[in-house]
């Protein structure tokens, strides 16, 4: 099994900056990719963007292109999300997702709440 800690979280003003963390833990021999989700209430988990593990290949949803910037540790298991600009609609909880394969399967994190205020 693999465990997720998110971190980073908080209440910024639009503008702002926040730097989310997801480290893994456990089985994390074997990663595929890891990617960043968000939800708010009354909606379906979105995807944000997503790394590959070994080449670090990367892809964005079109809300946070240019603006959000998704990058990986291979040494400490560990995956970061940096976020720029940050608007109201940016506003959710934010689930760490890492992809181990079709033995592995999917876990997802705990959630970290971002908040931006205008």
């Known amino acids: 099994q693999v465990q997720l800690v998110e971190s980073g979280g908080g209440l910024v003003q639009a503008g702002e900056s926040l730097r989310l963390s997801c480290a893994a833990s456990g089985s994390t021999l074997i990663i595929y990719a890891m990617a960043w989700f968000r939800q708010t209430p009354g909606n379906e988990r979105e995807f944000v963007a997503a790394v590959r593990w070994n080449n670090e290949l990367t892809y964005y949803s079109d809300p946070v292109e240019g603006r959000f910037t998704i990058s990986r540790d291979i040494a400490k298991d560990t995956m970061y999300l940096q976020m720029n600009n940050l608007k109201p609609e940016d506003t959710g909880v934010y689930y760490c997702?890492?992809?181990?394969?079709?033995?592995?399967?999917?876990?997802w994190g705990q959630g970290t709440q971002v908040t931006v205020s205008s």
């Open positions: 997702m890492v992809d181990r394969g079709p033995l592995g399967g999917r876990t």
